[in-house]
């Protein structure tokens, strides 16, 4: 595992067209935004795991973890979640 160190605001980028940015910072809690081509999936780790195991994945399952607010809170637009499955 490849272990970066990175400050708000900073990014690292994979394969040339992926972007993770640091959006922010609060106590042990940190907000990555993700910047990927739309036909590259993006899940978090739970929602990932629930599509493999064939899970029917429910409101409460796609909505931002606590504490995380949503796109109305955010300071800078969000691109759409691509946690639901079509």
């Given at each position: 595992?490849?272990?970066?160190?990175?400050?708000?605001?900073?990014?690292?980028?994979?394969?040339?067209?992926?972007?993770?940015?640091?959006?922010?910072?609060?106590?042990?809690k940190?907000?990555?935004?993700?910047?990927?081509?739309?036909?590259?999936?993006?899940?978090?780790?739970?929602?990932?795991?629930?599509?493999?195991?064939?899970?029917?994945?429910?409101?409460?399952?796609?909505?931002?973890?606590?504490?995380?607010?949503?796109?109305?809170?955010?300071?800078?637009?969000?691109p759409?979640?691509?946690?639901?499955?079509?």
């Amino acid at each position: 595992m490849l272990v970066l160190s990175r400050k708000k605001d900073e990014s690292i980028v994979i394969n040339n067209d992926i972007t993770i940015v640091v959006v922010e910072i609060r106590g042990d809690k940190v907000r990555l935004g993700v910047e990927a081509p739309k036909e590259v999936p993006v899940h978090r780790r739970e929602v990932f795991e629930a599509i493999a195991r064939g899970e029917p994945l429910d409101a409460t399952s796609l909505a931002p973890a606590e504490g995380q607010g949503d796109a109305s809170t955010a300071s800078e637009p969000r691109p759409p979640a691509t946690d639901a499955i079509p």
